[in-house]
């Protein structure tokens, strides 16, 4: 061995760490020691140590245990967590496409159990969520040759509690108006109460009408705006009505914005 160069072994190590237990460094000590791992060679030493090295399960877990003993003996107060609140307050962390990706990955197949559902149920209920301006202009690019409106992209999904059905979610603001009338006038309704299965141009197609109103046998589509795809199933529900079993006993009615307001409902309310 070259002489002025003394390399410490395994054991001394170990001898080293017992007698340092319970004792306590200086402030000043300890921040000459955080300096000197802070040193660029050390730095770029311990980096081409630890490259292409990867820690195995026992590591991380021994690691992972080691933190939650760490936190138990010495939890974060409630002055820190305020502090590190006040800190985060204004800044918006925005995910790469990467991290996007890999929580992607990591959910497919995944199911939410009862009680997830429920948690965000609860969650959403008497929320609001608009279409972004940004939002509107990729659903205008994606609509770009097809025979749709701009109107149809500003429904409102949210969660209404009706003294006569319960809980109910509705897909536009129309359609919250209309049943909140229907609950003032004690009318009782189902709102997509079914599902029908039709053939539209050789396609296999299905058409829930928005509201049945059974006291009236009347079913009620509710439309902001009327599209080709949306007129044939109308159109094809209508004649399903008034085939020889049913009779004509049940109608079927389109109401627009201008017939909602005929009828003294506020568009505006939410």
């Not at 080293?16 to 306590?24: A, E, F, Q, V």
């Not at 877990?61 to 138990?72: D, G, P, S, W």
């Not at 009862?114 to 608009?130: D, L, S, T, V």
């Not at 509690?161 to 003032?184: I, M, T």
């Amino acid at each position: 061995m070259p002489s002025g160069i003394y390399v410490r072994t395994k054991k001394h190590n170990e001898n080293i760490s017992k007698k340092l237990i319970g004792i306590k460094f200086s402030l000043e000590h300890i921040n000459n020691l955080k300096q000197a791992q802070n040193r660029p060679e050390v730095i770029e030493k311990r980096r081409k140590s630890n490259t292409g090295k990867k820690r195995t399960p026992e590591q991380n877990e021994r690691n992972r245990q080691a933190q939650i003993k760490r936190f138990k003996e010495n939890p974060v107060s409630e002055e820190t967590k305020e502090n590190q609140r006040q800190k985060m307050l204004g800044k918006h962390w925005k995910l790469s496409d990467k991290s996007k990706e890999n929580i992607r990955q990591s959910q497919l197949g995944k199911k939410h159990s009862p009680e997830q559902i429920e948690k965000h149920r609860q969650a959403m209920i008497g929320k609001h969520w608009k279409v972004s301006k940004e939002g509107r202009e990729n659903n205008r690019k994606a609509r770009l040759g097809k025979n749709t409106s701009p109107k149809s992209s500003r429904g409102i999904h949210t969660y209404y509690q009706s003294p006569l059905q319960g809980e109910v979610c509705f897909r536009s603001s129309y359609e919250l108006a209309y049943a909140k009338y229907l609950d003032s006038i004690n009318e009782p309704y189902f709102y997509e109460a079914g599902i029908i299965e039709m053939t539209i141009n050789g396609k296999q197609t299905t058409y829930r009408p928005d509201f049945c109103l059974p006291l009236r046998c009347e079913f009620i589509e509710i439309k902001g705006y009327m599209n080709s795809e949306a007129q044939l199933k109308c159109d094809r529900f209508k004649e399903e009505l008034n085939d020889e079993e049913l009779m004509g006993i049940f109608r079927y009615k389109i109401l627009f914005g201008k017939d909602l307001k005929e009828l003294g409902i506020n568009l505006k309310i939410r």
